[in-house]
């Protein structure tokens, strides 16, 4: 794979008119031009006309070939692949336990999910389906659920905030979460665009095929479930205390809690 910068288009240009450009700038024939894709996608306003400035990632025939003849204006594509932490030596007794639903926890569950660790997501507030009800009629009739509002329930404070795609992190792993939300339904633009944007509606679509691929992978959903004690013996987890009543036993637990849970970070402050 092949990574080619600096290519300038019109603001307006038919989408045909990419590939017209790459093979113009490396001076292929169609036939060599096995696949490509938009890796970044920015504007240049510095001149009264505006144009888009693309960097692609490209695939083609004789890639050393191609590479050599346009050592000024292709590089080498880096490897964009997710790579997952290393396992531990110690198989674990019980499922890890993730404490929240938002974007942390989605996240942090997908991933032991697909590292088929069969994570437990407990959630103080409903699905998003349920969530969406609540807030709707909370603004209709002001009725307010202390634990299913626009700050608790499945995909966190963020799924009505209408999916500003934000960071100031540069990291890789970024990456990973994009691919994702586009796996589950969002616009396939917000991997290359600058400060990406997906619609609260979209977004709650999104959360749904997120929990369903994390409940396909043998992950597991509790709503409704605040964790109300964490139980420590000897600096050591033993689990956590569901709703005042139920002990849920694990040796992990991941506080993914977000900002508006100040009464487990109470009760963690007491406890550590």
Request: hydrophobic share 35%.
């Amino acid at each position: 794979m092949l990574r080619l910068s600096q290519i300038k288009l019109s603001i307006n240009h038919k989408e045909d008119e990419i590939k017209k450009a790459i093979l113009k700038t490396l001076n292929i024939d169609n036939k060599d031009l096995i696949s490509y894709k938009i890796y970044k996608q920015s504007i240049d306003a510095r001149r009264k006309k505006l144009y888009f400035v693309y960097t692609l990632d490209i695939e083609v025939k004789n890639e050393e070939k191609v590479l050599k003849k346009n050592n000024k204006k292709v590089t080498l594509a880096p490897d964009l692949k997710y790579k997952y932490v290393n396992t531990g030596e110690k198989k674990l007794k019980n499922p890890p336990i993730i404490v929240g639903s938002g974007p942390a926890g989605l996240f942090a569950g997908l991933i032991l999910a697909e590292m088929g660790y069969n994570p437990i997501i407990f959630e103080r507030g409903k699905n998003v389906e349920e969530r969406t009800k609540d807030v709707e009629r909370f603004w209709k009739e002001k009725k307010l659920l202390a634990n299913s509002n626009v700050q608790f329930g499945e995909g966190g404070a963020g799924t009505f905030s209408d999916g500003k795609l934000t960071t100031q992190i540069k990291n890789i792993r970024c990456r990973k979460v994009l691919e994702e939300f586009i796996e589950a339904g969002a616009p396939k633009e917000i991997i290359y665009k600058n400060k990406p944007h997906v619609g609260t509606d979209i977004l709650k679509k999104v959360v749904v095929n997120i929990r369903k691929k994390i409940i396909s992978l043998g992950g597991k959903f509790c709503f409704e479930s605040q964790v109300t004690d964490l139980i420590i013996e000897d600096n050591k987890v033993k689990g956590v205390i569901i709703n005042n009543t139920d002990f849920i036993e694990s040796e992990v637990v991941v506080l993914a809690l977000g900002h508006s849970a100040r009464d487990t970070f109470e009760m963690l402050y007491k406890k550590i």
